[in-house]
């Protein structure tokens, strides 16, 4: 009788022995889990920035691009209305040396008119 007694001490020491490694294996598979969910989180998240970050800098570099296009414009614009202003400056100082030349071309015949008119005046007196 004591030695079942003996018997069933020792089987229920072995019992909680048992559970203890039970539990404290359990306690380390949860943990183990909590970890690796843990790290999947941040890699997670990891990823998750990489993506934000790529998506900015395509955006970036799309305004930039816009930019670039926009700025390219407008100096092209620039250059129109120079080269525009430049022609009719051109223009007008051409115009103003024709008229100047008509006016002299207009006074020298007049003069010329006078001249003759003057020499034929003379013969005839």
């Known amino acids: 009788m004591i030695e079942r007694i003996v018997e069933k001490e020792r089987q229920l020491a072995e019992y909680e022995k048992w559970m ?17 969910k843990h790290q999947e989180m941040a890699a997670y998240e990891k990823e998750l920035d990489r993506l934000i970050e790529l998506e900015r800098l395509k955006k970036e570099k799309k305004e930039e ?4 296009k926009r700025e390219k414009a407008r100096v092209n614009l620039l250059h129109g209305v120079y080269h525009d ?15 100047k030349k008509v006016k002299e071309d207009d006074k020298a015949e007049v003069e010329r008119r006078l001249k003759a008119h003057e020499e034929e005046q003379a013969r005839k007196r």
């Open 65 to 68: 691009e816009e930019w670039a």
């Open 20 to 36: 203890k490694e039970s539990e404290r294996e359990e306690a380390k598979r949860v943990l183990k889990g909590a970890k690796n």
């Open 85 to 99: 202003r430049e022609r009719k400056v051109r223009d007008h100082n051409n115009e103003k040396d024709y008229e």
